[in-house]
């Protein structure tokens, strides 16, 4: 989280005083990698597409106001997509 708030040379610095020495570039890895806690989607757009060609398919959903992936299900069924927008308070519109 320092690595979000301040730039990363002084977060180092700071996480050496704080008694965690991280490097930089270790805290800038770790700030790319933050996702930020999940809102609900107002709009999603789901698509499937091949891991491999002709032998396996997977679910694509999409957070479409912010433009950004949700999930990679690792499977196209019905009942695949309709449990994860159940779990994730999210009706599909008929």
């Known amino acids: ?20 020495p ?3 570039s270790t805290l800038l890895r770790c700030a790319h990698r933050f996702q930020p806690v ?3 989607a107002a709009m ?11 032998h396996r398919y997977g679910t694509l959903i999409i957070d479409l106001a912010r433009r950004c992936p949700i999930d990679v299900l690792s499977e196209r069924s019905v009942s695949s997509l309709r449990a994860f927008l159940a779990a994730h308070r999210l009706s599909p519109s008929p």
């Open 22 to 24: 991280m490097s930089g």
């Open 44 to 54: 999603v757009g789901v698509d499937d597409f091949a891991f491999r060609r002709g």
């Open 1 to 20: 989280m320092l690595g979000l708030l301040v730039s990363a040379s002084l977060a180092s610095r700071l996480s050496r005083l704080l008694g965690f």
């Open 38 to 40: 999940d809102t609900v």
